[in-house]
């Protein structure tokens, strides 16, 4: 039997009829970026929290007091020094950005939210009211459910990217699973979680958090990294690929910058760096049409289609090759043995440089997460030498999740450095040099 949650017991944000979110509050929650929803269904978990300390209390006052009081691990709470051990630099750039919206949030925005809420704050003090909101951004980020409706598709994701999850008491305590075994969908005046199958005794309750969600989304959003994933990937845009074709020394013009004196004339360098950016579109409009991350090595050490056809269109030196791109099937198939040892060559490099932006190895990760896994007390407090703190057990959480996703990055590097490897070497990889001819 599904269980069922009416939607006078869902704390949301903006759907349904019988949202009574104020409209002061919906006008400062407008202004969270949508990637940041957490805080978008934080702000209204904050109005319940301080409906709560109210003599009218608050509706939800039975299921606030179900839910932990502290955790560890989401990225947009830690400090800089946790943030410098994810070590991905988009990744860095992307919690930091996140945290630093959050604390300008925090000192521009608390303001206005008492009137918002409708509750008087006066009685607190600011940094309390920081931590709670702290506190609630946690709550929804680990707690926070999609709803699908019966076509499929999320009944609370609009089209500016983001999306608005609900907190639903009882359905929220089941984890994230790539394969999962419980679907949640709108049923009627409220949501149902049911069974896509047969449970066995015991068997751990799982629901998808997002259709096909590599290990940077999940860590970033939710603060946990899978221990398999089979969406993971990493992109990569033209700038990387331009520096690895630089790395590798392949004697290739550039599209942005001009060949070396004498490898080609004027004429046909023209002719071919407009055949590149022609078939370079055509990557991007196949690949991701809205973005400049225009290429995916997936979790099992592979380039996507879309890789290896711009890494052929960036390896053809001259409008013979070119042709030979060009034809059947254009730059998403083999055609010239050349261009494509080339293009193993590129791809393989660009695993490399990858890697060495990196500042530790994959075997130094994985044994300071073993030492970290096997240590049971927390990490020193920094302002009491000698002690264990809430704070240390949550920072050496925060630390095993952050080992753990840039360990899950690295492995993937390793393996598409590895796997282009092995495919080049049936291809002759190493004997590609300038001046050989097909």
């Known amino acids: 039997m599904p269980v069922f949650i009416p939607t006078c017991c869902q704390i949301e944000f903006g759907y349904g009829e019988g949202d009574n979110t104020p409209a002061s509050l919906k006008d400062i929650v407008s202004r969270v970026p ?15 929290c301080l409906l709560d300390s109210t003599d009218a209390g608050s509706h939800f006052k039975h299921y606030l007091a179900t839910l932990p009081r502290s955790y560890g691990g989401l990225p947009m709470l830690l400090n800089d020094s946790e943030i410098d051990e994810l070590q991905v630099p988009s990744v860095v750039q992307d919690v930091a950005s996140r945290k630093q919206f959050l604390s300008f949030f925090c000192d521009t925005e608390l303001a206005g939210l008492e009137r918002a809420v409708g509750v008087s704050m ?3 003090a600011h940094r309390d009211n920081v931590a709670l909101i702290d506190w609630a951004v946690s709550t929804c980020a680990t707690r926070g459910v999609l ?22 008491p009882v359905i929220d305590l089941c984890n994230h699973g790539n394969s999962p075994n419980m679907r949640v969908h709108t049923a009627g005046n409220g949501t149902s979680l049911q069974a896509r199958r047969d449970i066995e005794v015991g068997e751990p309750l799982l629901i998808q958090y997002g259709a096909r969600l590599p290990n940077r989304r999940l860590f970033i959003d939710y603060g946990f990294v899978p221990t398999e994933n089979r969406h993971d990937n990493i992109l990569f845009g033209i700038p990387e690929l ?14 942005f910058t001009p060949p070396p004196s004498g490898l080609l004339g004027v004429d046909e360098l023209q ?10 579109g055509q990557v991007q409009e196949m690949a991701s049409p809205d973005s400049d991350l225009l290429v995916s090595l997936k ?17 053809a030196d001259t409008l013979r090759l070119a042709c030979d791109v060009s034809t059947s099937g254009g730059p998403f198939t083999v055609q010239n043995r050349l261009v494509e040892r080339r293009a193993q060559l590129l791809l393989h490099e660009l695993c490399g440089i990858e890697l060495g932006r990196l500042p530790t190895s994959a075997a130094h990760d994985e044994s300071q997460l073993a030492s970290l896994l096997n240590t049971t007390c927390g990490i020193p407090h920094p302002f009491e030498p000698g002690s264990v703190s809430v704070r240390g057990a949550e920072a050496r959480e925060s630390l095993i999740a952050a080992i753990r996703f840039r360990l899950s990055y690295k492995k993937i590097a390793l393996q598409g450095q590895y796997e282009n490897a092995e495919r080049g070497g049936y291809l002759g990889l190493q004997a590609v040099s300038g001046n050989e001819e097909e």
């Not at 331009?242 to 599209?255: F, G």
């Open 34 to 48: 949508p990637q940041m929803w957490a805080l978008q269904l934080a702000l209204v978990l904050f109005r319940e």
């Open 122 to 124: 006066s009685g607190t």
């Open 147 to 168: 709803i699908r409706n019966a076509d499929n598709t999320y009944l609370n994701e609009p089209s500016s990217g983001g999306h608005l999850s609900s907190l639903l």
């Open 242 to 255: 331009q520096t690895a074709l630089a790395c590798a020394k392949l004697r290739t013009p550039s599209v």
């Open 271 to 280: 002719k071919l760096q407009d055949w590149m950016l022609v078939h370079i």
């Open 299 to 315: 979790y099992n050490g592979t380039f996507e289609r879309s890789a290896w056809a711009l890494a052929r269109v960036m390896c």
